[in-house]
């Protein structure tokens, strides 16, 4: 058995050092988890920019960034298995969150609503003991008031770790703005969670799905329509508030904003939503005010807006069962792994800053090979 743990610990804005730390002893309430694989998501570039502003997620450095992490449990103690109901080698996905295990938010896996949560994996200071708090590790440790949800271990790991943008596409699209079929639903960004959300508008039933994207992206709007999109629109070329209304002929009930430091499509998402519309916003603006929303409008049209940056935990159990169903290719979405050594180029990589790389879905994995930084691999 190992005696230290391999991790990237950001140590400030743009700076990941490897370093090791002690295997740590675990307790009765607690566990170890072998990490398979590690999402990255755009909040990972964000905290990597030293973009993400002060909430009550926000710790200052040194911490182990990831919060998408799975893997098998390795050491667990005899209380945590029993309420968790899972046992060493069993595969888990791990939400995000940890709260305070004593309130009812906690009662009902809400740890967002706990107002003495604990943190958050992936944004805790390595000076909290164990010091493991993070994703881009060969360990992470669970605290007791984690929640999990057990996944078939035959699947491959880059499959299984979807579970978390998969999650998201099916709140965003779906639960937050109760999406039917009578809805036509556009969404704006076409990185991962926007494709998640391609699949979840078209499990809600919606009748017309429209995604928007860069130039960049064209292999990412031809992935949309496998995925069940009816328009794809290039946001470069075409007016997208223009097309969107001859597309849909007129507009849409459901317009979801998953686009990363770009105020400009709050003002799209506006113009593009029909009377009583719902708008949904998840994509972060770096902190980049919205300079010409059209406040107006939002009150003639009797607009609901709704910010969300994370999902309940029903929606993260939805995914892990659908993944399991096998019912949608998102292998296709899953492009790179990178090893825990290379976890800085996997940050620039998801932000389109390595020349030929095209990713759509990136997560660490140890022990994984080298990712060439001259041409696509993983």
């Known amino acids: 058995m190992e005696r230290t743990v391999r991790a990237a610990v950001l140590v400030k804005p743009r700076t990941i050092e490897l370093r090791e730390f002690p295997r740590p002893a675990i307790g009765p309430d607690a566990a170890l988890l072998r990490i ?86 992936g944004y805790t200071d390595v000076s909290k003991p164990p010091q493991l708090w993070g994703g881009y590790a060969e360990h992470m440790y669970l605290c007791p008031h984690s929640v999990l949800k057990k996944m078939d271990p035959q699947i491959p790991a880059g499959v299984a770790v ?41 499990a809600a039933g919606a009748r017309q799905i429209v995604i928007t994207g860069l130039s960049r992206d064209s292999h990412k709007l031809a992935l949309a329509r496998e995925l069940g999109a009816d328009v794809t629109i290039n946001a470069e070329t075409e007016d997208v508030v223009a097309r969107v209304r001859e597309a849909t002929g007129g507009g849409a009930e459901v317009v979801v904003d998953t686009t990363p430091y770009a105020p400009q499509s709050l003002g799209h998402a506006v113009a593009i939503a029909v009377r009583k519309g719902r708008i949904v916003v998840a994509g972060l603006k770096g902190q980049r005010p919205a300079r010409e929303l059209p406040v107006d409008d ?81």
Not at 67 to 94: F, T
Not at 179 to 190: E, N, S, W
């Open 36 to 121: 398979e694989a590690c999402g990255i998501c755009g909040s990972d570039y964000e905290q990597y920019e030293g973009a993400t502003p002060p909430h009550e997620d926000y710790t200052p450095y040194p911490v182990i960034p990831g919060h998408e992490p799975l893997g098998l449990i390795e050491e667990i103690g005899a209380r945590a298995r029993q309420r968790w109901g899972v046992r060493e080698g069993d595969r888990v996905a791990v939400r995000s969150g940890y709260g305070c295990g004593r309130c009812a938010a906690c009662g009902r896996f809400e740890t967002r609503a706990c107002r003495s949560r604990g943190g958050t994996y």
């Open 298 to 378: 939002m009150i003639y049209k009797e607009l609901t807006i709704r910010g969300v940056l994370s999902m309940p935990v029903d929606d993260t159990f939805r995914a892990v069962d659908l993944i399991e169903s096998g019912r949608h290719p998102l292998e296709k979405l899953h492009t790179h792994a990178f090893p825990i050594e290379q976890a800085e180029d996997a940050i620039h990589a998801l932000a389109g800053a390595v020349p030929g790389l095209n990713p759509v879905h990136i997560a660490i994995v140890p022990g994984a090979p080298p990712v060439s930084l001259g041409g696509q691999a993983g």
């Open 162 to 202: 979807m579970f978390n943008p998969l999650a998201a596409g099916l709140s965003w699209a779906g639960t937050v703005p109760a999406t039917g079929p009578d809805d036509r639903v556009v969404i704006l960004g076409a990185g991962q969670r926007g494709l998640c959300c391609v699949i979840a508008a078209r």
